[in-house]
């Protein structure tokens, strides 16, 4: 298949495509269970996912053999049919014109191929890592590297073709890997990446056998430390160095509680503070009234402070 992009609802920019759409439509495609209408919500009251009782492949059964069996015999009113079918259209023009042969290997790899360009070696030339050899090649080589490109037929990867400038003749080359023999192009990059990406499970067993075997021949050894003892690899200079690191942060205390002043007796300024004993359910005696403060000299609106409240 190919994709054609092209206006909306403009069928004159595909015309060959959109006639075949709404001719397999309205012969095959809406009889069969599921069909959902050639626009949304233009069958009203079904349920075309509950009705789908066939399956892709089935799907595809149904419309190869309408085209085979019924399109091909349908008169055409396109241009030059003039109601014939198809299939009388095609005896005409073999019987006119002959048929067409198929193209070769040699011209589908030279006019329809992908090219990838190279170094030749010793061993041949690589396209998208695949190798390539033949006597010509190396003939025309001769033992030194030289630049030429590649034709391949992603389809069929038995040979390819070698083209260089300022060289006329097209060097066919065979594929060097039989592996790749059967394959298509993209079939064989996937098995080279299959082969390249470890096994899940097998890494993890080898892992694990590689972590036994260095554990066990370090203790065998030994020149390394039992990791097992701490007092083996815990030094004196990683513990000054875990040490330095500290060395800017402030350490400070835990703050112990202490005798504080009573409730409602903060600011006093009596020289001797009442205190209360934290936790404590009732005052401290040296809240007693024997306590109390003296008068101030005149002048005077507080007593120095001599003790601190904190």
């Known amino acids: 298949m190919t994709i ?13 495509i959109e006639t075949l759409f709404g001719t397999t439509q309205w012969d095959a495609v809406n009889f069969l269970p599921g069909y959902t209408g050639s626009r949304p919500g233009e069958l ?7 009705s789908a009782k066939i399956t892709s492949d089935e799907l ?9 069996d019924e399109y091909s015999h349908k008169p055409h009113r396109g241009t030059g049919m003039f ?13 006119t014109y002959r048929g067409i042969d198929a193209p070769t290997q040699r011209q589908r790899c030279l006019h329809l191929g992908v090219k990838s360009y190279a170094t030749t070696t010793s061993e041949g030339v ?35 073709y070698v083209t260089a400038e300022g060289h006329g003749d097209t060097i066919r080359v065979d594929l060097s ?13 996937r098995l080279m990446e299959e082969a390249a990406v470890r096994n ?35 030094t004196t200079t ?24 009573r409730p409602g007796h903060v600011t006093d300024r009596a020289g001797t503070t009442p205190t209360y004993i934290v936790g404590a359910q009732k005052a401290s005696p040296s809240s007693s009234s024997t306590n109390a403060p003296k008068p101030r000299p005149g002048g005077k609106t507080f007593a120095p402070i001599k003790d601190s409240k904190l």
């Open 44 to 50: 009203k009251d079904y349920d075309p996912k509950g």
């Open 126 to 160: 690589k396209a998208f890592n695949i190798p390539f050899n033949s006597t010509a090649l190396q003939a025309f080589a001769g033992g030194t590297a030289r630049k030429v490109t590649i034709h391949l037929d992603p389809d069929d990867l038995r040979h390819a």
């Open 200 to 234: 899940p499970k097998s890494q993890e067993l080898h892992d694990a056998h590689l972590k036994e075997v260095r554990a066990r021949r370090a203790r065998e050894s030994g020149f390394l430390p039992d990791t097992r003892n701490p007092s083996n690899y815990l």
């Open 238 to 261: 990683q513990l000054r160095r875990r040490a330095d690191q500290l060395s800017q942060v402030s350490i400070r205390p835990q703050g112990v509680a202490r005798l504080t002043a």
């Open 60 to 68: 595809y059964g149904t419309l190869t053999r309408y085209l085979v």
């Open 83 to 95: 109601e014939a079918t198809p299939w009388e259209k095609l005896q005409d023009i073999v019987k």
């Open 4 to 16: 054609i992009t092209s206006r909306s609802s403009r069928a004159t920019d595909k015309p060959h």
């Open 177 to 189: 890997m039989t592996a790749f023999a059967d394959l298509t192009l993209e079939e064989a990059i």
